[in-house]
């Protein structure tokens, strides 16, 4: 099992910046991705970015250019610098852990994010 921790949410104005980070634990398999999604109020939970254990990215068009997922492979910590937030950001952000069957999928219990207009 994984078990996945987040931090760094909070309340920002529009226009600013928050960096979220997950630390995981656990039993780790040498091949996996992981990634922030979100959830706002009345919505699906969405893809925000993910990436693999081998440095690929890939982001949602709508934070392309404003966000950046990394990860420390050391250290099993991930993190979501985010910059130029906007009120559309706001949501709960859910960190996720899986391997490429979905056969071992893991979720945070997420960090809200709040951006103020």
């Known amino acids: 099992q994984v078990q996945l921790v987040e931090s760094g949410g909070g309340l920002v104005q529009a226009g600013g910046s928050l960096r979220l980070s997950c630390a995981a634990s656990?039993?780790?398999?040498?091949?996996?991705?992981m990634g922030w999604y979100r959830q706002a109020p009345g919505k699906q939970r969405e893809l925000v970015a993910v990436i693999t254990s081998g440095g690929t990215t890939n982001y949602a068009d709508s934070v392309k250019g404003r966000f950046t997922i990394s990860r420390d492979n050391v250290k099993n910590t991930m993190a979501l610098q985010m910059n130029s937030l906007k009120p559309e950001d706001t949501a709960v952000y859910f960190c996720?852990?899986?391997?490429?069957?979905?056969?071992?999928?893991?979720w945070g219990q997420g960090t809200q994010v709040t951006v103020s207009s």
């Open positions: 996720r852990y899986y391997s490429p069957a979905y056969d071992y999928d893991y």
């Open positions: 656990g039993r780790f398999l040498r091949t996996n991705t």
